[in-house]
């Protein structure tokens, strides 16, 4: 009987979660209260509490949901046919786009991946060690296919995330955006020269 009530919990996590990205985005995850999530939901906060423990867990699951897109986008583009050096071309600039259009459409969800970044919630290594498994199968794809020489490709990976983490890192991209050299492409071109 109990795991009859298991496919509803997750129902229950999910429209949490789903309001409290809503209101994230529109009031900003520090305005945002339990009581205005469970009022939303017609709920008690008590009943939010049944489901996450504090207002942080909530934080980290909804910051979990976008990083998790983005993750998502990246293994498509890993996945797909062609040179391993197109994939790697498409994978950086596609993430540079994700933060660049949440940075400009949606500022308030920024701010929650520019705290949880800064003060290095686990969600964020989980997130780049996720990417870097992503970056370690193009490049080990790109080496199979002696398109890059070599090498540790999980090495590479953590490199090539390193070097281009002014594009990656919602607080870095938004300090560098004054200063626009190197752009996207000359970082991506020195990635790929070093990889060759």
């Known amino acids: 009987?109990?795991?009859?009530?298991?496919?509803?919990?997750?129902?229950t996590q999910l429209d949490i979660l789903g309001v409290a990205e809503r209101l994230f985005r529109e009031v900003g995850f520090q305005k945002t209260t339990v009581a205005d999530i469970a009022?939303?939901?017609?709920?008690?906060?008590?009943?939010?509490?049944?489901?996450?423990?504090a207002k942080a867990e909530i934080s980290a699951a909804v910051c979990r949901r976008i990083l998790g897109k983005i993750e998502a986008a990246a293994e498509q583009i890993a996945s797909?046919?062609?040179?391993?050096?197109?994939?790697?071309r498409n994978l950086i600039a596609s993430i540079e786009e994700f933060n660049a259009r949440r940075f400009s459409s949606d500022r308030k969800l920024h701010e929650l991946l520019e705290t949880a970044y800064n003060?290095?919630?686990p969600v964020?290594?989980?997130?780049?060690?996720?990417?870097d498994?992503?970056?370690?199968?193009?490049?080990?794809?790109g080496m199979a296919a002696g398109e890059f020489?070599?090498?540790?490709?999980?090495?590479a990976a953590i490199l090539v995330r390193s070097a281009c983490m002014r594009f990656w890192h919602p607080r870095l991209m938004v300090e560098c955006a004054l200063d626009p050299e190197p752009t996207t492409d000359q970082m991506i071109d020195f990635c790929l020269a070093s990889l060759a």
């Open 1 to 11: 009987m109990k795991n009859s009530c298991v496919p509803k919990e997750n129902n």
């Open 39 to 53: 009022r939303e939901l017609r709920m008690s906060p008590a009943n939010i509490y049944r489901f996450f423990t």
């Open 80 to 88: 797909a046919p062609g040179p391993a050096s197109k994939a790697l």
């Open 119 to 121: 003060e290095n919630w």
């Open 124 to 131: 964020v290594h989980e997130h780049s060690e996720n990417m």
């Open 133 to 141: 498994k992503i970056l370690a199968q193009i490049i080990s794809q």
């Open 149 to 155: 020489r070599t090498g540790d490709a999980e090495l």
